[in-house]
C-alpha cells in the first residue's frame, strides 16, 4: 500500500496531490483516540507502523476497523497533543506519547483493553491529561485508503 497521508500546507507522503480545508476538528479526547493511539503503541516500532498495521492492530484490539472519519479525527488530535508524528508515509509514537503509556502501565500492567481505558482516562484528565486548544487538519485519510489498508490486511494475514 502507497497511498496515506497529506500534510496541511505541505506535500503529500506518497499520496495523491490536494491541500486539505482549513477546517478545525473537535478538539476534545474521544475514545478512538486512545485505542488509535494504543495501536500504534502495540504496532509501531522504531521504524513506524503504516495504516495497514494500524487496522491489523485495531482489529485486535477490538475486533474492529477504523472508519475514515475515527482515524482522521484520531490521527488529528493526537497529533495537536504531540503524542504522534510521520514521516515517510509510516507513522510513529512520540517520546510524549510513549511516557503518557508508561504512566498508564504503572496504573494497569495487564491487559490491553483496560490499558486502552486507562489510557483514554489518562488522555482526558484535567490534571496529568493531554490539553487541546486547537485541532487543524494535519493528515486526511481518504475511504479508498483506508479501503486498501483493511483489504491489504486481511490478505496478508488470511483473516
Known sequence: MVALL?????KQHKATGGRMSPERIDSSWHWQDAWILMCMIIGCGPKGCDLERIVGVADYIDRS???VEQLNGAL???AAGR???SR???FFVTERGHALYEKVKT???RGTRRQMHALENMLACPICGVQLKTVRPRFS??????KQAIRDYI???NV
Open 6 to 10: 497529506k500534510a496541511q500546507g505541505s
Open 65 to 67: 476497523y477504523p472508519t
Open 76 to 78: 488529528n488530535r493526537l
Open 83 to 85: 503524542l504522534i508524528t
Open 88 to 90: 515517510r508515509g509510516k
Open 107 to 109: 496504573v494497569r500492567k
Open 141 to 146: 485519510i481518504d475511504e479508498a485508503s483506508l
Open 155 to 157: 490478505e496478508h494475514n
